[in-house]
């Protein structure tokens, strides 16, 4: 009787464990979505950071396919008035004007990164300082907007089909295994934090605004915009970011979503503007006993704050039962980021939208 009484009550638990779970990870529901007027995630394919020839995903894993894409990048950044065909550089690197104008040009929809500068203007970046994309260690928060636009993105000696830019000296004043041309007279980092930046001659990208990029795409293509925080903290500088970026999308008057991985940041859409498809980022994540928020965030456990319409989860596990739990709730999956014509296809049976990069797509 008492092992009767056990088995109970570890069925009772377990029953009330998973009807949390799905409680928890339950999207939007239908109805609801139906209600406000909530558009669809478009069905297209979505260039990642724009369609560039120098950034992300152009490692030695894909080189054998993304000479194809780098090539298409530049011919579409001509076509759209950018460069000129004997620039020997990268003329459309990642999140630039150049890159997010290709992507028009190709029919791409974009997917890009917003956050704020010291001077509290939105801008397209991803990463949380400019060391990769300019071999510049100096934070996105401690520039203005006028620093950052005399930062050229992936400046000489990069070539077309670099991932990264060629870094200048780290904290220690040593250049990162020789791939390092400093400014002159900056032998460390606290000297790039003190010098005068200076704009260089010629040609070059920056960090864009993400009010003229706005301008640029003009309706052409849809956006899935990602608000960009550092994951640890919420704080007023955060809802800065969301009114402001809120406030430059609601004048805008062509497509788009939105998507975080902070479920607070969805969860201010959620009661701010509820109309707006949100969406939430994600991936698969081990679980530490000192970080399990991070865990939880993988299971999609901190969907109860955002309540998404679509999950954007890393490629490799959309398999998950999470996932496609999600899914067939009513959340529409987009897979990130799928960096070959095999990676597409094997994800497909996962995925209902696809962001990609570093290779040409074939459907």
């Known amino acids: 009787m008492a092992s009767k009484g056990f088995l109970s009550r570890v069925m009772v638990g377990g029953a009330l464990a998973a009807g949390g779970a799905l409680w928890a990870l339950s999207p939007r529901l239908a109805h609801e979505r139906k209600g406000r007027g909530v558009r669809e995630v478009p069905d297209v394919l979505y260039a990642h950071r724009g369609l560039h020839d120098a950034g992300s995903g152009l490692t030695e894993d894909y080189v054998a396919s993304s000479g194809e894409y780098v090539a298409l990048a530049r011919r579409m950044a001509l076509q759209a008035g950018y460069g000129t065909a004997d620039f020997l550089g990268p003329i459309a690197p990642e999140n630039s004007m150049a890159a997010f104008a290709a992507a028009c040009e190709a029919g791409y ?14 801008v397209v970046v991803h990463d949380a300082d400019l060391l990769r994309v300019a071999g510049d260690p100096r934070r996105v928060e401690n520039l203005s907007y006028e620093e950052l636009s005399r930062i050229a993105l992936f400046p000489a000696p990069a070539k077309p089909g670099d991932s990264k830019a060629y870094a200048g000296p780290d904290e220690d004043g040593d250049s990162s295994a020789g791939d390092s041309v400093a400014a002159d007279g900056v032998e460390s980092a606290e000297d790039v934090e003190s010098a005068e930046t200076v704009a260089p001659q010629g040609y070059y990208q920056h960090v864009p605004l993400f009010a003229d990029v706005l301008r640029l795409v003009d309706g052409r293509v849809p956006l899935i915009v990602e608000y960009k925080f550092d994951m640890m903290t919420w704080d007023a500088r955060c809802t800065e970011l969301m009114e402001q970026g809120d406030a430059l999308l ?58 998404p319409d679509f999950i954007a989860y890393d490629w490799n596990g959309g398999e998950g039962l999470h996932v496609q739990t999600a899914r067939a709730l009513g959340a ?32």
């Open 109 to 122: 929809g974009i997917e890009l990164d917003i956050q704020l500068t010291a001077d509290g203007q939105v």
């Open 250 to 307: 609601r004048d805008y008057e062509g497509p788009y979503v939105v998507e975080s991985f902070m479920p607070q940041a969805m969860g201010w859409y959620k009661k701010n503007h509820p109309e707006i498809c949100r969406g939430q980022l994600a991936v698969e994540a081990q679980f530490d006993s000192a970080q399990p928020q991070q865990w939880a965030a993988g299971k999609l456990l901190g969907d109860w704050i955002s309540r």
């Open 332 to 363: 529409t999956a987009v897979s990130w980021t799928v960096r070959s014509q095999e990676e597409l296809e094997r994800s497909g049976e996962w995925f209902d939208r696809h962001i990609f990069e570093a290779f040409v797509p074939r459907q």
